[in-house]
């Protein structure tokens, strides 16, 4: 079976383990992650932006798609590594299924109402400069 309309369940995306907003040095806002250079003391600063949140969808299987970006100023991701809290919904029986943990990158379960396995596989990301 196909699952379609996955998604993390809320909006603390677990990149690089970014959590609640921050206030920014200076009254400059705020940031998702901020982290103070050891060496000059710089505050360097990752946002996300919340309005490029999408879903990834059963029609984007195997592809890559865009599922958010980054403000980022003297920070850089580098890496990803899923944790619990994504979700996913049958694309035949519309069953939804919460609290996803793919820190191990796959994931299976058994809709009821579809009376077949789901799964979520082999989970990849990448990162790209704009």
């Not at 899923?82 to 035949?92: D, L």
């Not at 029986?93 to 789901?118: C, H, M, P």
Request: charged share 30%; glycine share 8%.
């Amino acid at each position: 079976m196909k699952c379609g309309n996955c998604g993390e369940v809320s909006e603390k995306w677990q990149y690089i383990r970014l959590m609640d907003s921050v206030a920014l040095k200076g009254g400059r806002g705020s940031a998702s992650m901020v982290q103070k250079c050891k060496l000059c003391s710089r505050e360097n600063s990752i946002e996300i932006l919340s309005s490029t949140i999408k879903s990834y969808n059963a029609e984007d299987s195997e592809n890559f798609k865009t599922i958010v970006e980054f403000e980022c100023r003297g920070l850089e991701p580098v890496d990803f590594q899923p944790q619990a809290g994504f979700a996913a919904e049958g694309v035949e029986s519309g069953t939804i299924f919460s609290d996803i943990n793919l820190q191990e990158k796959d994931w299976t379960d058994y809709d009821e109402k579809a009376r077949e396995s789901v799964g979520i596989y082999e989970v990849t990301h990448q990162f790209v400069k704009c």
